[in-house]
């Protein structure tokens, strides 16, 4: 059973256009999302995270939404570059008090930028 | 700043052999964690601790035991390799509470068990 689930596993975006991740949640209990970045043979590199008081989180070229309503959240790469390439993870904690428990990831999204 | 390091990098072992992963941060962070990630999957939680002495199962414990004696040290142990324990793993740690936080990752070790 799912809880965080990201169903592309691949994505491929021309340089400089725009690259969006999706990810989907059933979790209600969820109340932060962070979005990791994996290349291979290295671990996971956190990128960004929203809390679930907030629908929208900035950092230079990366964007996450959060629709709550929908269980579904989405990272935006504008514009996108070779050094994007990777795999993408979704993850999320649930409960109060910074949710001590660990994360839930989902399968990831291998982003390949082409020139 | 070294953050999270993980060692072994690499390990073969055979089936029934026991072996211990280590982990240490040094980050002063209260919380660590170790996931393990299969081929096309995402990181599964194993273990984790919210301070010294203080251990609590994750998702998938069974095979597995930790111990945390320190604040800076978080190894896993094996007792019996199965070839379902056949994995890369990562160790990670981050502080205790605040508002806003990112998990810091180790490098991961390659386990294969034959």
């Known amino acids: 059973d799912q809880q965080v689930k990201q169903n592309s596993p691949s994505l491929s975006v021309q340089e400089g256009r725009i690259s969006i991740l999706n990810c989907d949640y059933t979790?209600?209990?969820?109340?932060?999302f962070l979005w990791y970045k994996k290349y291979p043979a290295e671990g996971p590199t956190f990128l960004i995270s929203?809390?679930?008081?907030?629908d929208k989180n900035e950092d230079g070229r990366f964007t996450v939404f959060l629709n709550k309503s929908a269980k579904h959240l989405s990272l935006h790469i504008v514009p996108s570059q070779p050094g994007d390439s990777a795999v993408y993870f979704c993850?999320?904690?649930?409960?109060?008090?910074?949710?001590?428990?660990?994360?839930?990831f989902g399968k990831g999204t291998h982003l390949i930028i082409q020139p | 700043n070294a953050g999270v390091t993980q060692t072994p990098k690499f390990r073969i072992l055979k089936i029934g052999q026991s072996m211990t992963l280590q982990c240490t941060q040094d980050?002063?962070?209260?919380?660590m964690y170790w996931y393990r990630q299969d081929p096309g999957m995402g990181l599964k939680l194993i273990y984790y601790?919210?301070?010294?002495?203080?251990?609590d199962k994750g998702e998938v414990p069974n095979g597995y035991n930790v111990s945390r004696s320190t604040t800076e040290d978080f190894p896993l142990r094996l007792e019996l390799a199965a070839p379902s324990q056949t994995s890369v793993y990562f160790c990670?740690?981050?502080?205790?509470?605040?508002?806003?936080?990112?998990?810091?990752f180790g490098s991961g070790t390659r386990l294969t068990v034959v």
């Open positions: 990670a740690s981050r502080t205790a509470g605040g508002s806003n936080y990112g998990y810091t």
């Open positions: 993850a999320a904690s649930g409960g109060s008090g910074g949710g001590a428990d660990g994360l839930t």
């Open positions: 601790s919210v301070g010294a002495g203080i251990t």
């Open positions: 979790n209600s209990m969820f109340d932060y």
């Open positions: 980050m002063n962070h209260n919380y």
């Open positions: 929203i809390s679930s008081i907030k």
